[in-house]
């Protein structure tokens, strides 16, 4: 999992301003949304850490569909 650096980012609730991310959680302080450049990674910080998370859930359950339609297609697979 890669670590995300410390800094000033978009409001993960989407209100106008920043918030203080630091390193591992979102902090209470906010500022105004300050000019690009300023922050040290462009994009939030939580959407970039959840990717992994998402992209394994969607493994996970194409792959119940995958054991469901196999199931479904042998005989008596649910009566044994």
Partial sequence: MSTVQAGWYSDPDGKPCERYWDGQNWTLST???SSAGNSPVASNPQSQ???GWKIALGFAAAFAI????VAASVPDFWTT
Avoid at 66 to 69: A, F, G, M, R
């Fill in 31 to 33: 500022r105004p949304i």
């Fill in 49 to 51: 850490m959840t990717t």
């Fill in 66 to 69: 995958l054991i469901l339609v």
